[in-house]
């Protein structure tokens, strides 16, 4: 089982970005999917999760209004698209996933995890 960010990049503040997450040996629709990001020297925080159905989403405040999530079980994709940038974005974006119908958003609850992908917005 083997989860991957992708998308990552350089993008300057106000610019956008999509990130996605893919999985090998997982059929994502069967569970629930959280973006959580690391940003340096500072502890792993949630920015957005979404249920195996994608019924239900949820938005940390931080990013809400700029970012939407959304999945594509057909393609194993589930993708977080970031608007207006800020250069406090700046992080390790890593998505995780639980299995299960409901909504989760705490990194305890969460059971596979991807490899990272660097966003680094400038000023």
């Known amino acids: 089982v083997q989860l991957q960010a992708s998308g990552g990049g350089l993008v300057q503040a106000g610019g956008s970005l999509r990130v996605s997450c893919s999985a090998s040996g997982l059929p994502l629709d069967y569970y629930g999917i959280g973006w959580f990001r690391q940003a340096p020297g500072k502890e792993r925080e949630g920015v957005s999760y979404i249920s195996s159905s994608g019924s239900s989403i949820k938005y940390e405040d931080y990013v809400k209004g700029r970012f939407t999530i959304s999945r594509d079980n057909a393609k194993n994709t589930v993708y977080l698209q970031m608007n207006s940038l800020k250069p406090e974005d700046t992080a390790v974006y890593y998505c995780?996933?639980?299995?299960?119908?409901?909504?989760?958003?705490?990194?305890?609850?969460?059971?596979?995890w991807g490899l990272g992908t660097l966003v680094t917005v400038s000023s």
């Open positions: 995780a996933a639980k299995w299960g119908v409901n909504l989760y958003n705490t990194i305890a609850e969460y059971e596979y």
